[in-house]
């Protein structure tokens, strides 16, 4: 399995890059965004990959987080979500807006990805809700840059996080969602009250995330 790939980008098309590794190029697919947010062709990349395999068919898919490729796997196991159906959603909303609408049951904001019916917006949501939490969860590690050397060659290195965000980026979302977990809340329920709270305050740290969130959470009346 071929999980991460680091290289020059040798060119980019509307779907899918060409990454040159040491003289071997990989053909990876991309969603929108992710095109959009790719250094210049020439220059380093690193992209988490995964790899599908058929019958007739090798397609690698790239991402640059692992919460993105998370999605994309949890994505595909859904009826009705393939590959392209996948990088469609992720491309219209992106990992944080992908689990920001399935914690919050938004299959209208699920349905606005190109090609995206309402049965298959609604059965993701469905099926997707109780993960939502789990991948909110996860660690915000960027797959790149690659450095490369003063002879060309691409410097392999371990990835590293990210320095932690001082907004509501998935850093500060997963240390809410661990604090609201740690205080007896439902992790279904903490996640749900996160995505709403980050929607409404983009800009809002970890420390106000969580006290919106324990107001929403508040019992009424």
């Known amino acids: 399995m071929i999980g991460r790939i680091a290289g020059r980008l040798d060119y980019a098309t509307s ?19 992710t095109l959009r947010a790719l250094p210049p062709v020439g220059e380093a990349v690193a992209l988490y990959t995964d790899l ?3 019958e007739d068919l090798l397609q690698l898919y790239g991402f640059l987080t692992l919460t993105e490729k998370e999605w994309h796997r949890l994505l595909m196991s859904v009826q009705g979500v393939g590959a392209k159906a996948s990088l469609a959603i992720l491309g219209a909303l992106g990992p944080e807006g992908v689990g920001r609408a399935i914690a919050l049951g938004d299959w209208n904001a699920v349905k606005a990805a190109k090609g995206i019916g309402p049965k298959t917006a ?3 949501v469905n099926e997707l809700k109780d993960k939502a939490a789990e991948v909110m969860a996860m660690a ?3 797959a790149g840059p ?3 050397a003063d002879d060309g060659e691409v410097i392999e290195t371990p990835v ?3 320095p932690a965000p001082v907004s509501a980026g998935p850093g500060a979302q997963a240390e809410a969602l661990s604090a609201l977990t740690n205080l007896g809340y439902a992790p279904g329920e903490a996640a749900g009250a996160i995505a709403q709270v980050a929607g409404d305050a983009p800009d809002a740290d970890t420390a106000e ?3 919106l969130s324990l107001r929403l959470l508040a019992p009424k009346g």
């Open 140 to 142: 915000k590690v960027p």
């Open 160 to 162: 590293t996080p990210a």
């Open 209 to 211: 995330l969580i006290r």
């Open 15 to 33: 779907d899918h890059v060409l990454v040159d590794v040491r003289g071997v190029g990989y053909l990876v697919y991309c969603s929108e965004r």
């Open 146 to 148: 690659a450095p490369v």
């Open 122 to 124: 609604q059965r993701v």
């Open 52 to 54: 599908l395999v058929r």
